[in-house]
Every structure is written in structure tokens, then in C-alpha cells.
């Protein structure tokens, strides 16, 4: 993690310097359209699938992961492009993930994680493709949803970095589609009493529709 923090702070510099290398593809909103004005206001959906795991973005089948399925994630956020490299957003994020059996009796239970993130988005600003990197502070509330008679699994509120990848390409009437990858980094989180589930931080894969305003 203090690996890919340290990488990412050289994210601003090298994108700067993409930005002033491009500069004339970087000021064209998509192919074949008329320059840019920023700053200008940005609105998005996203929706994918989610999964936990705990310890790094790929550990699935270890802590809370081991005992949760993957499940839907879906989004709304709105923000500022400032530049053409650099956009800043608040996220609201939203994941519902269905539990084992082995962990409740008598019903099905879920965790159901509502969050809301101010995330920084740093963009290379290539004409057709614009692979982009992300990260900012987040809120994560997750409560058990769903019925049984018992469950080992409990709720838990904790800060969160949402950090990860992605990229879009720009269309026509002020759009943008493209897909991302997100490692919710929680600090604090309890799922479980049982210490070998109680730990987990979710993946997420999104597709993501933006509308320039």
C-alpha cells in the first residue's frame, strides 16, 4: 500500500507533463469536436460487481471474502475537471454482498456497505483512450441486511480509501464511457467477532458513463 501511495504521488507531474505534450489533442472534448472549456462540471454513473477480500485488491478467498459471494456495485458522482488531466469528484458508492449459509442459521444475510468518497482523478489526456488514476478519502457505513435466526456477521462504520485504475473514452454530445477498478482500503473494520472473517475490504469492477456539463 505505501508502495502504490508513493507511486501515485508522482501521478500529478508525469500527467502535467503528458498535458503539455499533447496539448493540442488534450484540448479536444472527444475526437472530432471543438476544444474544451475548463474548469466545466462533470456528472456519472457506474455499476459492476464486487467482491471482498482482505489483506490486497486480489486476496478473495481470505478473511471476509471467504465467506461473502460477489455482488452488485453501483454509483452516482459529480464533480469539477479542472484540467484536462485533473478532475476532482465526490462518490457516492454503493455494495450489496450475500453471505454463506455456514455463517448464519435459519435465513440469508448480506452485507449491504453504503459510502460516500471526495476522490482526486488524474487523467492522461490522450485523444481516443485516457487511461486515468484515482484516490481520496472516504465514509463506509456497512450493516447486515436480510433474516435468520443467527449470524456471526455484525455491521461496522470506518474511514476508507477508495484507490484505483481506469480509463474512458471520450464521445460525442459531451460523453464519456469506460470501466475502472476500485480497492476499497478500510482502517478499523470488524465484520465478525471470529477474527478469521472479521477483516475485508471490497474490490469493486465498474463500467462508468460520464456527461460533460
Not at 38 to 66: Q, R
Not at 89 to 116: C, K, P, Q
Not at 122 to 138: D, E, H, K, R
Request: glycine share 14%.
Amino acid at each position: 500500500m505505501k508502495n502504490a501511495l508513493a507511486a501515485l504521488a508522482l501521478v500529478p507531474l508525469i500527467l502535467l507533463a503528458s498535458s503539455t505534450a499533447h496539448a493540442q489533442e488534450s484540448d479536444s472534448c472527444a475526437p472530432k469536436e471543438g476544444p474544451c472549456s475548463y474548469p466545466h462540471l462533470v456528472l456519472g454513473i457506474d455499476l459492476g460487481v464486487s467482491h471482498f477480500n482482505e489483506g490486497n485488491p486480489f486476496g478473495f478467498g481470505t478473511g471476509t471474502g471467504s465467506v461473502t459471494h460477489t455482488g452488485p456495485a453501483w454509483g452516482l458522482r459529480a464533480g469539477v475537471e479542472i484540467a484536462s488531466w485533473f478532475a476532482v469528484e465526490a462518490h457516492y458508492i454503493g455494495m450489496r454482498n450475500s453471505a454463506d449459509d455456514s455463517v448464519s442459521t435459519g435465513g440469508h444475510r448480506g452485507l449491504f456497505t453504503n459510502a460516500i468518497a471526495a476522490e482526486l482523478r488524474f487523467t492522461a489526456p490522450t485523444p481516443y483512450v485516457q487511461p486515468y488514476l484515482f484516490i481520496g478519502p472516504g465514509y463506509y457505513s456497512t450493516s447486515v441486511s436480510g433474516s435468520s435466526t443467527t449470524t456471526e456477521l455484525t455491521g461496522s462504520s470506518e474511514i476508507g480509501v477508495p484507490v484505483g485504475v481506469g480509463f474512458q473514452v471520450p464521445l460525442p454530445r459531451g460523453l464519456s464511457l469506460g470501466a475502472e477498478m476500485t480497492y476499497h482500503r478500510f482502517f478499523g473494520e470488524s465484520f465478525s467477532a471470529n477474527e478469521d472473517i472479521g477483516g475485508g475490504e471490497p474490490t469493486s469492477f465498474n463500467a462508468v458513463l460520464r456527461f460533460r456539463l
